[in-house]
Nanobody
Framework: QVPLVESGGGLVQPGGSLTLSCAASGRSFSIYAMGWFRQTPGKDREFVAGISRSGSSSVYADSVKGRFTISRDNAKNTVYLQMNSLKPEDTAIYYC???????????????????WGPGTQVTVSS
């Protein structure tokens, strides 16, 4: 079991920045690749970014590439999502998740993740 909890969400103006954090409990944190997903009303849960166990590799959805950066600090059992140049369409509940899959092509599907946080709301509006 790897309990996860997100923080850092809130209201930000278009063009602004936010950094989300995902804190994990358990000493096996570094065994899992981590991902960020988001969901808006009327839409399916959408992959945002993923990062390998060590943090050496990362992948991004095309919609956020160049604007968002995923990182992790295994010593702190924490994963981050730095979000820059935010747009209204980035408004969503953001979830972090842990997966035992190690290859990047497995990270895009929500069904491949074992553990999920409760989510944090990000609203981009002027």
């Amino acid at each position: 079991q790897v309990p996860l909890v997100e923080s850092g969400g809130g209201l930000v103006q278009p063009g602004g920045s936010l950094t989300l954090s995902c804190a994990a409990s358990g000493r096996s944190f570094s065994i899992y690749a981590m991902g960020w997903f988001r969901q808006t009303p009327g839409k399916d849960r959408e992959f945002v970014a993923g990062i390998s166990r060590s943090g050496s590799s990362s992948v991004y959805a095309d919609s956020v590439k160049g604007r968002f950066t995923i990182s992790r600090d295994n010593a702190k059992n924490t994963v981050y999502l730095q979000m820059n140049s935010l747009k209204p369409e980035d408004t969503a509940i953001y979830y972090c998740a842990a997966t035992s899959y190690t290859n990047t092509w497995n990270w895009y599907a929500a069904g491949n993740y074992d553990y999920w946080g409760p989510g944090t709301q990000v609203t981009v509006s002027s």
